[in-house]
């Protein structure tokens, strides 16, 4: 297994321990690829997962806001789909050898 789809299969299972459902894993649409969306309750969430082997703390920097963009457009066509009336991105984050995940919520402008 390739290490993104080991920290892509670690994120669902934490989601989905949280109560989110999962609805899609590798979502394409156009342009984007949406590594995870999830449904918890009427919102839905869209998911990046990142992998860095070196520690950093620069998350800012690891989705730029083109790609938040891109997700949230992708992502807002399923918005009616799933009747959720809210949408919000999220980044979870694992670094080094710490398989702990740094769940971050991603604001957009």
């Known amino acids: 297994m ?4 080991t920290y892509e299969r670690k994120a669902a299972d934490l989601l989905k321990k ?4 999962l609805l899609y894993q590798n979502y394409r649409s156009g342009r984007a690829q949406i590594d ?5 309750d009427h919102c839905l969430y ?23 963009q891109r997700l949230l457009q992708a992502g807002a066509r399923l918005t009616g789909t799933f009747h959720c009336t809210e949408i919000k991105l999220l980044l979870i984050a ?16």
């Open 2 to 5: 390739k290490t993104y789809e």
């Open 18 to 21: 949280m109560g989110h459902t």
């Open 36 to 40: 995870l969306i999830t449904q918890l």
């Open 46 to 68: 869209i998911v990046e997962v990142k992998y860095r082997s070196s520690s950093v703390t620069d998350y800012e920097n690891w989705v730029s806001e083109r790609q938040c």
């Open 94 to 109: 694992y670094q080094g050898e710490d398989l702990k995940p740094e769940i971050i919520p991603i604001d957009v402008n």
